[in-house]
């Protein structure tokens, strides 16, 4: 079986180290919000160059915190994107604001920033981009239309740690950065966690304080707050593994060569471009197959132990807590019915690529 993803194959020779440091943790009985964190967060904001970096207990509460600490909540309206995880989306509504979602680029699965500022309203508070699959959104467009209107601009790095646009590091283009450590992301924990970035002081004083029950001295509350903190074994194991996220980076690219040389032939199959902008990191690997041609494609890719997922079949905008009457993104509808997202990351080798072409070559008609 080649499976979607592999996060232990990313560890597979670093075992030992693994252990050490595991040890080193459980032995000094710091487990929340300790010098790991802290040495965690400094090196993460030296590789991404952010002045600040906060450690949360996942990509989604780095979403609702970042929205907080940008001071977005009840009256406001985010323009984001319908193509996503649902946690984009959950955030907005999670601190009070109202979603506009606007349709998705059909070639890079981004939000189509010619169609941002026609959503701009008197109540538009922010513009919230998703750095899909691991391609950059259009940003200097999205930071324009934001100086433009005095919108601040939160990036959806979750899927896109170590990507870049224009050579500046995803998550420090726009007033912050949520990144997620969710398994399977491109820096992955063995558990949850996330990331607030930013160069803004007071942003990052609020994201501390939020994280940790709205408290900046402790046990005396000033605002309602989350418990969102990082722990120390995953900000141990997250240092371990930063060292090699541009390695394991650099193979899910390799990985995204041999695909479109293999595939990108078939007249069913569309591969995922990358835009000159945009350095592609990768965290799946979506292309469309021709409408009526997946569930063929898919099965014999299932029949031949290749594991495949469909992200995203339903739209945030379709689903029923988001459902908004009469809102038609015929892009977004597009894509839930063409993609298909093939076995991804450090673990898939050339031969991999080749079984799953001969397969995909002769599933459809
Ligand atoms: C994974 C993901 C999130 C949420 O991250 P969690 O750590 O799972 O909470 C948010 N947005 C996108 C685009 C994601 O892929």
């Known amino acids: ?56 207990n996942s990509g989604t509460d780095a979403l609702v915190i970042a929205l907080r600490a940008l001071g977005i909540g009840s009256g406001d309206e985010v323009i984001t994107t319908p193509y996503s995880f649902v946690a984009t989306a959950e955030a907005i509504r999670a601190v009070g604001a109202e979603i506009v979602f606007v349709d998705i680029d059909p070639e890079t699965f981004n939000l189509n920033v010619e169609q941002i500022e026609s959503h701009i309203t008197s109540r538009t508070r922010a513009v919230l981009p998703v750095h899909l699959f691991g391609h950059a959104a259009e940003m200097d467009a999205i930071l324009q239309l934001a100086e433009a209107h005095g919108l601040k601009v939160l990036e959806d790095v979750a899927q896109a740690f170590g990507g870049t646009y224009k050579e500046s590091q995803l ?73 090699r996220v541009d390695l394991n980076n650099e193979k899910r690219r390799n ?25 592609h990191v990768y965290q799946c690997y979506t292309l469309r197959v021709s409408v009526g041609q997946r569930a063929a494609v898919q099965a014999s890719l299932a029949d031949a132990g290749v594991a495949t997922a ?28 063409e993609v298909l997202s093939l076995p991804m990351g450090p673990h898939v080798t050339v031969e991999d690529v ?12």
Not at 255 to 279: M, S
Request: hydrophobic share 40%.
């Open 1 to 56: 079986m080649i499976p979607l993803f592999d996060p232990k194959s990313e560890v597979e020779d670093l075992l030992d180290e693994l252990d050490d440091v595991i040890r080193r943790v459980v032995r000094s009985g710091r487990y929340i919000l300790g010098p790991e964190v802290s040495a965690f967060e400094q090196e993460a904001a030296a590789y991404l160059g952010s002045k600040h970096a906060i450690g949360v």
């Open 310 to 337: 469909i992200y995203y079949q339903t739209p945030i905008h379709l689903m029923p807590p988001y459902r908004q009457p009469a809102l038609t993104l015929v892009e977004a509808e597009r894509a839930a019915g």
């Open 171 to 243: 998550g420090t283009l726009g007033d912050a950065g949520a990144f997620s450590f969710f398994p399977s992301k491109n820096l992955g924990a063995f558990g949850d966690g996330g990331l607030i970035a930013t160069d803004d002081d007071d942003i990052a004083d609020m994201a501390r304080v939020l994280r940790g029950h709205g408290a900046k001295n402790r046990y005396l509350s000033e605002l309602i707050g989350y418990n969102s903190r990082l722990d120390e074994l995953q900000a141990s194991i997250l240092r371990l593994k930063l060292r």
């Open 354 to 365: 080749q079984h799953i072409a001969k397969t995909v070559s002769v599933s459809y008609r």
């Open 255 to 279: 990985v995204a060569d041999w695909y479109r040389e293999q595939l990108g032939g078939l007249t069913a199959i569309q591969p995922p471009g990358e835009k000159a902008y945009a350095k």
